[in-house]
């Protein structure tokens, strides 16, 4: 079951404040129907998001879901495109990563990607592991984003660690909005899973 109040109060979809719980989800339905379409070449009725993780993705400006295992390769241009989703994540009006540029030696590295954060450049070696993402290097360009937006990202792992795996949601959040997402919802974050691994 969706609850609607409970995202928009922990800081989903404040693009979308004007608009009601039900102007929003049906905003969010249409543009679900429409890539559809497209994507089948004819009209198609998707189903109605029933679930609170399936409704929190869509806000892309707050939430980073991601498939670690993303077809990385040499010709792939997939940090490229990684930087461009941290962008978008940031919340940010103006785009903060600049300058993306993503080098090969081989198919098998060394990878290098240059590009500038706030005007300053940076270089950074994700480390080649087939087609899969270097997680490392992705935490480190949202740090990188935290320090000067002031909102650190929270990996989280839904309630029952039920999202424990190769896919990665990455949440930016103020210390109240992660309170109401594990008292309302129940969700559970990576620190805190750290943190209770270790006391064991």
Same mark, same amino acid.
């Given at each position: 079951?969706?609850?609607?109040?409970?995202? $928009?109060?922990?800081?989903?979809?404040?693009? !979308?404040?004007?608009?009601?719980?039900?102007?929003? *989800?049906?905003?969010?339905?249409?543009? $679900?129907?429409?890539?559809?379409?497209?994507?089948?070449?004819?009209?198609?009725?998707p189903e109605r998001l029933k679930d609170d993780h399936?409704?929190?993705?869509?806000?892309?400006?707050?939430?980073?879901c991601l498939d670690t295992e993303a077809d990385v390769?040499?010709?792939?241009?997939?940090?490229?495109?990684?930087? *461009?989703l941290c962008n978008t994540v940031s919340g940010s009006? #103006?785009?903060?990563?600049?300058?993306?540029?993503?080098?090969?030696?081989?198919?098998?590295?060394?990878? !290098?990607?240059?590009?500038?954060?706030?005007?300053?450049?940076?270089?950074?070696?994700?480390?080649?592991?087939?087609?899969?993402?270097?997680?490392?290097?992705?935490?480190?360009?949202?740090?990188?984003?935290?320090?000067? #937006?002031?909102?650190?990202?929270?990996?989280?792992?839904?309630?029952?660690?039920?999202?424990?795996?190769?896919?990665?949601?990455?949440? $930016?959040?103020?210390?109240?909005?992660?309170?109401? *997402?594990?008292?309302?919802? !129940?969700?559970?974050?990576?620190?805190?899973?750290?943190?209770?691994? $270790?006391?064991?």
């Amino acid at each position: 079951m969706v609850n609607l109040d409970a995202l $928009r109060q922990a800081g989903f979809f404040k693009d !979308h404040s004007h608009l009601s719980n039900d102007e929003l *989800l049906e905003m969010i339905h249409q543009q $679900r129907k429409q890539l559809y379409t497209q994507m089948f070449g004819y009209e198609y009725e998707p189903e109605r998001l029933k679930d609170d993780h399936s409704l929190a993705v869509r806000d892309t400006t707050k939430m980073l879901c991601l498939d670690t295992e993303a077809d990385v390769g040499i010709d792939n241009n997939k940090y490229v495109e990684l930087l *461009l989703l941290c962008n978008t994540v940031s919340g940010s009006d #103006t785009n903060i990563i600049t300058d993306i540029e993503e080098h090969w030696e081989s198919p098998a590295g060394l990878i !290098h990607v240059t590009y500038k954060i706030n005007g300053e450049t940076r270089s950074y070696e994700p480390e080649y592991a087939d087609d899969w993402i270097d997680q490392k290097f992705l935490e480190h360009a949202l740090d990188e984003i935290s320090a000067l #937006t002031k909102e650190p990202f929270h990996l989280c792992l839904g309630p029952n660690e039920e999202w424990f795996g190769q896919d990665v949601n990455y949440i $930016r959040l103020k210390p109240q909005e992660r309170k109401i *997402l594990e008292e309302v919802l !129940h969700w559970r974050f990576f620190d805190d899973f750290l943190k209770e691994m $270790r006391q064991k």
